[in-house]
């Protein structure tokens, strides 16, 4: 009977010390993640601070930083880059993107051809968005949309018209 007493304290300082050092290894863990992770968040918000926009957007003019017509070359990145007003949207303080939205015949720009940046945009400022689109099979000159989208929404808070001159 004394010989299984110690040996259930033994197994029970055993399991408190490998709980301890668990516990250890997973904080030494979530730190060196944090760690990593932190200055990559600094990085993009300076990113974003730095996009070259012509125009801001305003209350009265929500997208903005737009020509009358948009060239892109099928078959290749194409960079957009708007700014946008966020007139009290809600999800867009979560976050917003752009989107470009293009029918010709029976091609259209869908959500593959399209990588976008989704960035909170605080109710009452302006922000940049910016969005990678990849067209193909378009030809000439196309009316298009662009829109913003909230974020917890497929449906734009704000659209706009554009010509996008497609070319090969």
Do not use: W
Not at 140 to 160: M, R
């Amino acid at each position: 009977m004394r010989r299984s007493k110690i040996a259930s304290m033994e197994l029970s300082i055993n399991a408190i010390v490998i709980l301890v050092m668990a516990m250890a290894v997973l904080g030494i863990g979530l730190g060196l993640i944090r760690g990593v992770l932190s200055p990559a968040q600094g990085n993009l918000e300076d990113a974003l601070g730095k996009v070259d926009l012509n125009e801001q957007a305003t209350s009265t003019k929500p997208i903005a930083n737009l020509p009358q017509t948009l060239r892109m070359k099928n078959g290749d990145e194409n960079e957009l880059v708007i700014s946008f007003y966020n007139a009290n949207h809600n999800g867009c303080e979560a976050s917003a993107k752009v989107n470009l939205a293009c029918t010709q015949g029976s091609n259209s720009i869908s959500s593959g051809d399209i990588v976008a940046l989704e960035v909170p945009v605080a109710s009452g400022t302006s922000g940049a968005l910016i969005a990678n689109v990849k067209p193909s099979g378009f030809t000439g000159s196309v009316p298009c949309k662009v829109e913003v989208i909230c974020s917890g929404s497929t449906t734009p808070v704000e659209t706009t018209a554009v010509f996008v001159d497609f070319s090969s």
